[in-house]
T-cell receptor, first 108, second 115 residues
């Protein structure tokens, strides 16, 4: 089965603290994974994708095939990082599977 | 360049009524998708299309139909709306191939309430 799990619905951290949003996936082939973000009253937008191995807005995510994880990390959270974050998997037939999302709140 | 647009933005229906949601993209993307977003459920794929004239079922297709008569448009229809279809609907598109790493571009969403 192709599935994405985000175990935390809500996550609160203080400004300047490290943040990690967890994502685990289930996929039999070579996965293609993404993190999307939805800021208040804005549409979903791509934050980063594992294939690019990039850092966007200070966020990074490493694909760990052994643990089937793609956790999103940032060493120092900022207030503007408060948003809803979705982990997504591109599965077979170009279907995309999204996790249930994690709502991140950065406390000033 | 408007990207992905959705019409309407809001709609209230009575049980049993029908309606069509329109998604349009001006990026010449081959792939288009319809999702629904519900609290605690994340985004779930309803139907998708890999090209003009083709459609396929996603994770939660029951109660919905779609059509892709033109490459730039993807229509989502509800033939007989039910309260369980109260949701926020998102359309998305992306280009074929791997040059952009399959980044999906999303519309602003349509908030549908079925009474």
């Amino acid at each position: 089965a192709q599935r994405v799990t985000q175990p935390e619905k809500l996550l609160s951290v203080f400004k300047g603290a490290p943040v990690e949003l967890k994502c685990n996936y289930s996929y039999s082939g070579s996965p293609e994974l993404f993190w999307y973000v939805q800021y208040s009253r804005q549409r979903l937008q791509l934050l980063l994708r594992h294939i690019s191995r990039e850092s966007i807005k200070g966020f990074t995510a490493d694909l760990n095939k052994g643990e089937t994880s793609f956790h999103l990390k940032k060493p120092f959270a900022q207030e503007e990082d408060s948003a809803m974050y979705y982990c997504a998997l591109r599965g077979t037939g170009n279907q995309f599977y999204f996790g249930t999302g994690t709502s991140l709140t950065v406390i000033p | 360049n408007a990207g992905v647009t959705q019409t309407p933005k809001f709609r209230v229906l009575k049980t049993g009524q029908s309606m069509t949601l329109l998604c349009a993209q001006d990026m010449n993307h081959e792939y288009m998708y319809w999702y629904r977003q519900d609290p605690g459920m994340g985004l779930r794929l309803i139907h998708y299309s890999v090209g003009e004239g083709t459609t396929a079922k996603g994770e939660v297709p029951d109660g919905y139909n779609v059509s892709r008569l033109k490459k730039q448009n993807f229509l989502l229809g509800l033939e007989s709306a039910a309260p369980s279809q109260t949701s926020v609907y998102f359309c998305a598109s992306h280009r074929r191939g791997t040059s952009e790493g399959n980044e999906q571009f999303f519309g602003p969403g349509t908030r549908l309430t079925v009474l």
